[in-house]
């Protein structure tokens, strides 16, 4: 899968090792398989379609398992599923649950795969905790998380899952806007892969690479990674961050008044989110999409306005502040041109004082500076 692509053939194979297990009896073997096999390989493929039921299978197998870290990556898997496909607000305690299994299994570590590695590093908990605490408010202690795990297991010799959860965090850290780590986080991606030839990525790292360009003010060739990137992906069949590097291709193409081209990618990935259950980047791309039609040559403000105020609630719904804060940002300027500045204000503030104090990420910055602007027009 890491190699060659998540191909079907690897898939297959996963499927028959799981029924020669469940035909011997072997419950152990019958975890990993699920855990460590067609559970990463369903992720990877970022289609979630089924995933509830895959999970189910791991839990019901889980308890077959007389040992409480069986349990725990059962709650680790289950806290992905809430992270993907359920409700956010359930994956810090899921979480917590997996990360107090204990750090040795007799049982368990007599297979190999199951190892010290991840019992050490908890490698579920942190493949989705820190971006859910951002997601859902907290990007302080998210950051911390973040760097905190990069730290643990980047002295542990297992190349193919730290590089699992690197482009995770690396995804963190541009979302929050710390640049300095997502660089650093890249080129120790890129070290990696190319040390054990890990090919899926090292291509699907050239997508990051270009989202940091474009935060840093070089759009052109941001635009050029992602679209690099994305065709890669879908060729290795390792589409699990397509929405999120189609999400910052259109805000690049917009940049640079592509908004032809921005509009079209845009509304390409949420039709592909919408049929793979792909829900809180649903939410943020249909932000991009109100904010296109709202700048375009020829606005159309009302649909522009619509999907502004969709994203709002959809972020609203699954608890989702830091997505909030985004859309609420877009409606506050929209607001303040149709000379309704007060009404920004009062939707932006509110949602900015729900956030920690001293919490700090790009779009706070923005959401602080664009209030002071509002507020001193008068």
Same mark, same amino acid.
């Not at 592509?258 to 649903?282: F, M």
């Not at 609203?316 to 500045?341: D, F, Y």
């Not at 729900?354 to 500076?369: M, V």
């Given at each position: 899968?890491?190699?060659?692509?998540?191909?079907?053939?690897?898939?297959?194979?996963? +499927?028959?090792?799981?029924?020669?297990?469940?035909?011997?009896?072997?419950?152990?073997?019958? =975890?990993?398989?699920?855990?460590?096999?067609?559970?990463?390989?369903?992720?990877?493929?970022?289609?979630?379609? &089924?995933?509830?039921?895959?999970?189910?299978?791991?839990? +019901?197998?889980?308890?077959?398992?007389? %040992?409480?870290?069986?349990?725990?990556?059962?709650?680790?898997?289950?806290?992905?599923?809430?992270?993907?496909?359920? %409700?956010?607000?359930?994956?810090? !305690?899921?979480?917590?649950? !997996?990360?107090?299994?204990?750090?040795?299994? +007799?049982?368990?570590?007599?297979?190999?795969?199951?190892?010290?590695?991840? !019992?050490?590093?908890?490698?579920?908990?942190? *493949?989705?905790?820190?971006?859910?605490?951002?997601?859902? &408010?907290?990007?302080?202690?998210?950051?911390?998380?973040?760097?905190?795990?990069?730290?643990?297991?980047?002295?542990?010799?297992?190349?193919?899952? *730290?590089?699992?959860?690197?482009?995770?965090?690396? =995804? =963190?850290?541009?979302?929050?806007?710390?640049?300095?780590?997502?660089?650093?986080?890249?080129?120790?991606?890129?070290?990696?892969? !190319?040390?054990?030839?890990?090919?899926?990525?090292?291509?699907?790292?050239?997508?990051?690479?270009?989202?940091?360009?474009?935060?840093?003010?070089?759009?052109?060739?941001?635009?050029?990674?992602? #679209?690099?990137?994305?065709?890669?992906?879908?060729?290795?069949?390792?589409?699990?961050?397509?929405?999120?590097?189609?999400?910052?291709?259109?805000?690049?193409?917009?940049?640079?008044?592509?908004? #032809?081209?921005?509009?079209?990618?845009?509304?390409?990935?949420?039709?592909?989110?919408?049929?793979?259950?792909?829900?809180?980047?649903?939410?943020?791309?249909?932000?991009?999409? &109100?904010?296109?039609?709202?700048?375009?040559?020829?606005?159309?403000?009302?649909?522009?306005?619509?999907? =502004?105020?969709?994203?709002?609630?959809?972020?609203?719904?699954?608890?989702?502040?830091?997505?909030?804060?985004?859309?609420?940002?877009?409606?506050?300027?929209?607001?303040?041109? #149709?000379?309704?500045?007060?009404?920004?204000?009062?939707?932006?503030?509110?949602?900015?004082?729900?956030?920690?104090?001293?919490? #700090?990420?790009?779009?706070?910055?923005?959401?602080?500076?664009?209030?002071?602007?509002?507020?001193?027009?008068?």
């Amino acid at each position: 899968m890491v190699t060659n692509g998540n191909v079907t053939t690897a898939r297959t194979a996963l +499927a028959r090792t799981l029924e020669v297990a469940e035909g011997l009896g072997d419950a152990p073997m019958q =975890l990993l398989v699920l855990n460590h096999g067609l559970y990463r390989w369903q992720l990877r493929s970022g289609d979630l379609r &089924g995933f509830s039921e895959l999970i189910a299978r791991i839990e +019901a197998v889980a308890k077959q398992i007389d %040992d409480p870290y069986a349990d725990g990556m059962a709650h680790a898997a289950a806290a992905t599923k809430e992270f993907f496909i359920g %409700d956010q607000r359930q994956v810090p !305690a899921l979480c917590r649950i !997996a990360s107090d299994a204990p750090v040795h299994s +007799a049982k368990l570590n007599t297979i190999a795969s199951f190892g010290e590695w991840n !019992a050490r590093s908890h490698a579920g908990v942190n *493949f989705v905790l820190p971006r859910s605490l951002w997601l859902l &408010g907290c990007p302080g202690e998210a950051l911390k998380m973040a760097k905190k795990a990069v730290q643990e297991v980047s002295s542990i010799d297992r190349p193919s899952r *730290f590089c699992y959860m690197l482009m995770s965090v690396i =995804l =963190l850290f541009l979302e929050i806007g710390d640049l300095k780590s997502a660089e650093d986080s890249i080129d120790c991606l890129l070290d990696w892969a !190319a040390r054990d030839s890990l090919l899926t990525y090292s291509r699907a790292a050239v997508g990051w690479q270009g989202w940091l360009a474009v935060l840093r003010g070089d759009s052109s060739r941001g635009i050029e990674s992602l #679209q690099t990137a994305l065709e890669a992906l879908h060729e290795d069949g390792y589409e699990l961050y397509r929405p999120d590097m189609s999400k910052a291709l259109g805000e690049a193409l917009l940049k640079t008044g592509q908004w #032809q081209l921005a509009y079209s990618r845009v509304c390409e990935a949420i039709e592909w989110c919408g049929t793979r259950l792909r829900t809180h980047e649903t939410c943020d791309l249909l932000r991009v999409e &109100g904010e296109i039609l709202i700048e375009k040559p020829a606005p159309d403000i009302r649909e522009g306005e619509a999907c =502004l105020l969709s994203a709002l609630r959809l972020a609203e719904q699954q608890g989702l502040l830091s997505l909030e804060l985004r859309s609420g940002i877009s409606l506050a300027k929209l607001w303040a041109n #149709q000379g309704s500045a007060r009404k920004g204000i009062e939707l932006l503030g509110s949602i900015y004082r729900r956030f920690p104090d001293g919490s #700090q990420t790009r779009d706070l910055i923005e959401a602080a500076n664009l209030l002071e602007e509002l507020r001193s027009r008068g």
